[in-house]
């Protein structure tokens, strides 16, 4: 068990799910400039935490098929020792973010990585990912894409921190 006068780094690790697509083809699509099509992840304790279709995960950092991120925030750092913080996410997995409760729009692994890091180290994500769903939704192509994109989830691999897969 750490102790607990210890202080631990928290990043956010950011990928793009576009692969770039995103950057190109927004314009046209959306009608405005999209930087990416964000997926993140906060990485304390040696292991990167997410949230996707089947709840809460964890890998070792850049262990997910989606390679190394795109970016890395340097969130600052926690004194929340890896039990606490694993007490946590076990009641995060049982309520708020359990995998029948994921949402591409609503209630996804940026909604997760941003409550998490708040709960570390008090500080929010960038809204420039946090504001995405809302700037998709916004346009007419949005709208007529999400009753497909609400039906989606998204795993990018990893270990269910409850033991399932």
């Not at 591409?104 to 709960?119: G, I, L, P």
Request: charged share 15%.
């Amino acid at each position: 068990m750490a102790q607990s006068n210890s202080s631990f780094p928290v990043k956010l690790y950011i990928y793009d799910l576009s692969r770039g697509m995103a950057r190109q083809l927004s314009p046209a699509m959306l009608g405005r400039q999209l930087d990416g099509i964000w997926h993140t992840g906060v990485v304390v304790h040696g292991k990167e935490f997410f949230f996707g279709g089947p709840g809460i995960n964890h890998c070792p950092p850049s262990g997910t098929i989606l390679g190394d991120p795109d970016s890395v925030v340097e969130l600052g750092s926690t004194e929340v020792n890896e039990d606490l913080f694993m007490e946590y996410l076990d009641s995060l997995a049982e309520s708020t973010y359990s995998g029948d409760r994921y949402n591409v729009f609503e209630h996804n692994c940026n909604t997760f990585s941003n409550d998490v890091a708040q709960f570390l180290t008090g500080r929010k994500i960038p809204s420039y990912i946090t504001d995405l769903p809302s700037e998709i939704l916004s346009t007419p192509f949005g709208q007529a894409l999400r009753p497909l994109l609400d039906s989606m989830a998204i795993n990018p691999g990893g270990n269910n921190i409850t033991g399932q897969r």
